[in-house]
């Protein structure tokens, strides 16, 4: 891109993604609507997937806009906690709200929204840094560095029905990356400082940058977590007797289209390129934050 600076040849190329995401999302939730359609006039009951949702923050000047999103969200299906089953065939579609890291813009901005309109969520909590700024982020770019995440009082004090609270690891560290002495302590260290602090039990865990191996599995286990969930959409499975569940990411800021196309898991297909954009993003890490 001739003439263009760095930053600007960045923004550009995020723009270029998002649109051709967004159009492969179009055809492929045709499809979906297609399969669906033909499966009804056949007599076939099709298994509805649960959808779950990934958002990080909800700015001040955003909660008018994630508000209208949860209105969308409850036309468009059944509001339910991200750990329930991950299938059914009851019919109807169930989506599932979650927030990353626990930013306190979403105690602020979220919670009363979803409490007055009765959706359930999960916030996963990084323990090392509550109370503190995201000490992972080194970036001077990155729109959270300069967040500041839920403090132990804070989490102390949340006495709401309708919230769930899990783990986002200890430090925010690529689990997969990790030896099993570390990996045990990542995962022990955050459980551990929940469960004193909630005083009940901890078994929801999201994995950072999606990042996990089959000693991850087994530590989980180890540790007592039962369900996982990754930041891309990936089929429910279950692996070490330890549940994995998908998920979508979300934005206040997403386009209607874009918000309304993930709300019906249209972007789904974006799990079987997730290895070639980590290649992508090794070459290119600009593009990608």
Known sequence: MIGMSLRETSTAFRLFIRLLELAVSALFGFFQSCLAGLSGIIGLRRENRLVVLTYHIVNDEQKAAFSSQMDHLLKAGQAVFANACGNSSAGGRRIAVTFDDGYQSILRNALPVLQEKGIPSVIFITTKYMGQRPGWIQDPGNPYREQTLISGEQLQSLRNGLVKVGSHTHSHAQLGKLDREALCEELLLSKG??????????????????????????????????????????????????????????????????????????????AATYGLKKKIKSLNPTFYR
């Open 193 to 270: 400082a929940l469960e004193r602090l909630l005083t009940r039990d901890v078994d929801l865990l999201s994995l950072p940058y999606g990042s996990m191996n089959r000693d991850t599995l087994r530590c989980c286990r180890a540790a007592g977590y039962r369900t996982l969930f990754l930041n891309v959409p990936f089929p429910n499975t279950v692996e070490e007797d330890v549940r994995i569940v998908g998920r979508t990411h979300v934005s206040a800021e997403d386009w209607a289209m874009e918000y309304h196309l993930k709300l019906r898991g249209a972007y789904d297909w974006i």
